[in-house]
Each structure stands twice: as C-alpha cells, then as structure tokens.
C-alpha cells in the first residue's frame, strides 16, 4: 500500500489549489482517506475525510466550506480542492488511508489511519 500526496504549491491568499492523493497497492473502494495537515510548530491536525461506503465527508470547522474532497474511482485518486486560501492555511498537507471493509470511516485522528503518504508543502502568501 503506498500513498503519494501532490499538488501543493504556492499561492497568494484567496487562491485556489488541488491537492491529489494516489494510492497504488489497494484500491480507495475499501479504505477511508483522511487528509491532514502540520503547520510550522504545529501538532498535525485532521482536515478531512470522506468514508469508503456512501461517501460522506467530514470537515474541520477551520476549511468548511472552503474545502472539497472527493475521489474518482477509475483513478484510483482522492482530490482536496481548496479554494480561497488563507495564509493560515500554510502546512505540510499528508492524505492517509485505512482499509474500512464496512465504510465505518475514520474520522481525523490521525491513529486511526496506518497508511500515509509523503507531505506536500501548501504556502498561502498574505
């Protein structure tokens, strides 16, 4: 099971980005993805995730409605759209899996997830 979390870059604030998470070893159809996220001095927080089952999403308070995922099935590939980016938004973004047979989901607790991917650096410019 690997994870490669891409898409990153930098943006001025208000900007928009997607982030893409591609897994390789398994397919998204049983395993709940996460997205998290670790600013500078910061402990890494959940922002995201999406059940295998039905699909339902969960957000932090911090990007709701800012923030989109979703995944695509024939890609084998979960997107994090975020749109109008605040600097605060500036972290390290990691997508995680977790195989999920009965679509339960995760939740964001991170201990929750065994598969992680390499981080992709987002930078929002004030």
């Known amino acids: 099971v690997q994870l490669q979390a891409f898409g990153g870059g930098y943006v001025q604030s208000g900007g928009s980005l997607r982030l893409s998470c591609a897994a390789s070893?398994?397919?998204?159809?049983?395993?709940?993805i996460g997205w998290f996220r670790q600013a500078p001095g910061k402990e890494r927080e959940g922002v995201s995730c999406i059940s295998s089952s039905d699909g339902s999403t969960y957000y932090a308070d911090s990007v709701k409605g800012r923030f989109t995922i979703s995944y695509d099935n024939r890609k084998n590939t979960v997107y994090l759209q975020m749109n109008s980016l605040k600097p605060e938004d500036t972290a390290v973004y990691y997508c995680a899996a977790d195989f999920d047979p009965y679509g339960e989901g995760r939740g964001t607790m991170e201990s929750n997830y065994d598969y992680w991917g390499q981080g992709t650096q987002v930078t929002v410019s004030s």
């Open positions: 070893g398994f397919t998204f159809d049983d395993y709940a």
